[in-house]
Each structure stands twice: as structure tokens, then as C-alpha cells.
């Protein structure tokens, strides 16, 4: 019950903050961390296609990624699988890439900078290479990179999480971001690699 439950909530999340961009267009168009930005920044051509390129398409991988990993989808409906992974590593190739211009002008200087380039090179890496895994036939290696990937896709969530309890703890929010341009996505890959390791007992489990 716990772990469905503790599912659902996963999956609410991946939903609610993948819809998340929907405010920038019908509620406020400086909303959140753009208040945070220069007049510059804000009035800059390439920026706005880089920021806004990286949040659509990064939410719609973060809105449809979740589902890859629904055992029933993947055995029941195999072709809507590939369908939505196809999806998915498109989206997070368009969003992934603008995501790397726009860390050049992250909000807290040079760690934030290095932090989202890092997150992006990681979600970019992973997703190509699993990619390149399904099509050399390895299953496996493919289901493990996509679980990185997606790690670093829920990023998005966690650092929605995670800067309002820093920013009340530590009573600044320029502190509180320098701390979450590192903590919404690498903690993610230790929880991915500890899922990892866990199937890979099970499986072993089952052979032995």
C-alpha cells in the first residue's frame, strides 16, 4: 500500500510540475525565477528561445516520462512505448540543449553555472545513450540509462522542493539557490543508481 501509494505521488508530481510552464503563458509571464533576471536577460532573443524552449519541452519529458516505466505499458502496449520514448528523447534533446545555453545565465554566478551545464551534459548523455543502448539490442542498459535520465528529468520537481525548505531554513533565497543548483539533481542519481543496483539483485535473485 506504501509503495503505491509513495507511486501516485511520484507520478502526481511528474504530472503537476510538467504542466508547471502553463503558468508563464495564462497567469504571469515573469513569474518565479524570472523576477530574478536583468532587464537584459528578460529583453534577449536568444535567452527567451532558450528558456522557454527549455521548459516546454522539458515538461512534456517530464509529463510523459514517468509512464516509460509502467511495466504493463511496456509489455501490453510495446509500440506506445517506443512511441513515447521517441517522444521523450526528442523533448529532452531540444530542452536539454537549451538548457545548456540558458545555465550560462543562472541566477547565484559561476556554481549555478556549472551546476545546470553538469545536469544538462548528464541528461543529455544518459538519454542519447540509452538511445544508442535499445538499438544495439541491450535491454538492460538501455532501462538503466533511461532511470539517470530521468533522475535528472524530476530535477525539476526536486528543486521545486527543495528551494522553499532551504530558503525558510537558511532565511535567504540566494543561499538556499546556490545549494539547489547542485542538490535537485545529483541526489536524484544516487536514489537512481540505488534503484539500479536494487533490480540488478533482484535479477540475479530470480537466476540463481
Known sequence: M????GLWVFRVMCVFIGLYPVIYFLIDPHFGLLKTKTLEVLESQSWNIGFYGHIIFGGIALLIGWSQFVTKLRIRRMQLHRTIGMIYMLTVLISGICGLFIAQYATGGVSNQIGFTLSGVVWLSTTIYAFLSIRNGDVTSHENFMIYSYAVCFSAVTLRIWLPVLTISLGNFNTAYLLVGWLSWVPNLFV?????????????MKMA
Open 192 to 204: 537512481a543508481h540505488f534503484i539500479i543496483m536494487r533490480k540488478k539483485r533482484r535479477a540475479q
Open 2 to 5: 506504501i509503495k503505491k501509494i
